[in-house]
């Protein structure tokens, strides 16, 4: 299986700040690749589809750029309601699909 | 708008069978363009794609390897709805286990993305005795 590995594991940020999250895949995966946010006792919700197109109704402050077996995703003003927990999944090895371990944004 | 319903129990015991449904609102189980998923999280393992099933002239499944032999995935076309059993549970079963929609997009230069876009809420189940 493909693995995927985020970095850091968790963050610290304050409103407003540019907040970036990396994911990299064990293979190469072209930009088959998902970002998913996760607030506590809810379930994922889509953020960004094919590594950078922006899921219907998701805020423009996030984006996602990458190819290959790095990525990136992007909050470029952090407002209090993103402070959740982020995945990333790749979905190039169909229907294996695999998620990284997450990366938890909080509040400094 | 898509929405889909959990129900099932949050507690069965090692070496028992774990069944979930998850009913379909705004879709069809049938849908020639979605597939339709169970997942599961947990703090050891993650996010972790279990399986899905999907219509495309007949119905067709796909299962994870690491529950290949134990899972079983069936639609209900009849309830608009999908079933998940997960036979001979043990304490690492234990996990919240989520129902959710893959849809399919071709954005060009060959390439088809799948993605999961919508979830159910979710259902915590505990294997103990």
């Known amino acids: 299986d493909i693995q995927m590995t985020q970095s850091p594991s968790s963050l610290s940020a304050s409103v407003g700040d540019r907040v970036t999250i990396t994911c990299r895949a064990s293979?190469?995966?072209?930009?088959?690749l998902n970002w998913y946010q996760q607030k506590p006792g809810k379930a994922p919700k889509l953020l960004i589809y094919?590594?950078?197109s922006l899921q219907s109704r998701v805020p423009s402050r996030f984006s996602g750029s990458g190819s290959g077996t790095d990525f990136t995703l992007t909050v470029s003003s952090l407002q209090p309601e993103d402070f959740a927990t982020y995945y990333c999944?790749?979905?190039?090895?169909?229907?294996?699909?695999?998620f990284g371990q997450g990366t938890k944004v909080e509040i400094k | 708008q898509v929405q889909l319903q959990q129900s099932g129990p949050g507690l069965v015991k090692p070496s028992q069978t774990l069944s979930l449904t998850c009913a379909i609102s705004?879709?069809?189980?049938?849908?020639?363009?979605?597939?339709w998923n169970w997942i599961r999280q947990s703090p050891s393992r993650g996010l972790e794609w279990l399986g899905r099933?999907?219509?495309?002239?007949?119905?067709?499944?796909d299962y994870a390897g690491s529950v290949k032999s134990r899972i079983t995935m069936n639609p209900d076309t009849a309830k608009n709805q999908f079933s998940l059993q997960l036979n001979s549970v043990t304490p690492e079963d234990t996990a919240m286990y989520y129902c959710?929609?893959?849809?399919?997009?071709?954005?060009?230069?060959?390439?088809?993305?799948?993605?999961?876009?919508?979830w159910g809420p979710g259902t915590l189940v505990t294997v103990s005795s």
């Open positions: 959710a929609r893959d849809l399919v997009i071709d954005i060009g230069a060959g390439g088809l993305h799948y993605f999961f876009d919508y």
């Open positions: 705004g879709d069809s189980v049938s849908s020639n363009s979605a597939a």
């Open positions: 099933t999907y219509y495309r002239s007949k119905w067709y499944y």
């Open positions: 293979q190469s995966i072209g930009s088959y």
């Open positions: 094919a590594a950078s």
């Open positions: 999944q790749q979905s190039y090895s169909t229907p294996t699909w695999t």
